[in-house]
């Protein structure tokens, strides 16, 4: 159901659970401490690790602190990410309020909305009319977007993203985009995710 099938994923995981053993004073450590973490083989850690350049010392494991800047490069937390919201009905102000990007290098810095009751440009994280979205994102120079809008309008939405530059959009608009080789999208569909979910739990029900 829930796999590691994707490579980044789990190498955002590797950084996650070093994080943790750095806070409980690990220095060093062995692909068979990642691997039960994770329920990943050893030999996939290592591999994974062997495929992005991340070398350890056969006897001696690998560092930790060492590990956690070069996973934060490649992961881009090396640098501070600037986001924009599009839609910011009830799902785009929860993730405009959403405390965790802070702390993984991350920053929704505006949003956007087509709706004049949602519009303030004076909030804390402001909101902005989204005929002004391509002169702001040429201005602060964004490359990435979370967009939360119906799906009648999602489609002409991400166009205009990726025409103004866009490199990566996450999509949580109830319709399939397409990614291209400008632009990345990840789609996320809650209500596919959420049966995926009742699925399982019934067939783990009907074991017994």
């Known amino acids: 159901m829930f796999s590691n099938s994707d490579p980044i994923r789990r190498l955002s995981n590797y950084r996650r659970v070093l994080c943790k053993l750095r806070a409980l004073g690990f ?17 996939q850690v290592r591999k994974d690790f062997a495929d992005y350049g991340l070398t350890g010392n056969k006897k001696g494991g690998y560092d930790v602190r060492d590990l956690i800047e070069k996973l ?5 937390k090396n640098e501070l990410q600037k986001i924009i919201v599009v839609g910011c009905g009830g799902m ?21 909305d ?3 009751s949602l519009i303030d440009p004076r909030a804390i994280i402001p909101i902005y009319d989204i005929n002004d979205m391509p002169e702001y994102i040429q201005k602060e120079k964004i490359e990435l977007a979370i967009m939360t809008v119906p799906e ?30 400008e632009c990345i999208i990840r789609n ?21």
């Open 92 to 112: 785009g102000r929860t993730l405009m309020g959403y405390n965790g990007f802070s702390g993984e290098g991350m920053k929704v810095v505006a949003g956007f």
């Open 152 to 181: 009648s309008a999602a489609s002409k939405v991400s166009e205009v993203l990726k025409g103004c530059h866009i490199k990566g959009i996450l999509n949580f608009a109830p319709i399939m985009l397409k990614s291209s080789e």
């Open 114 to 116: 087509s709706n004049p």
């Open 72 to 76: 934060n490069k490649i992961l881009g």
């Open 27 to 43: 220095e060093r450590f062995v692909s068979d401490n990642l691997g039960g973490a994770l329920d990943i083989s050893p030999a």
């Open 188 to 208: 996320i569909n809650i209500i596919h995710e959420m049966e995926n979910i009742i699925y399982f739990a019934r067939k783990i029900g009907n074991e017994d």
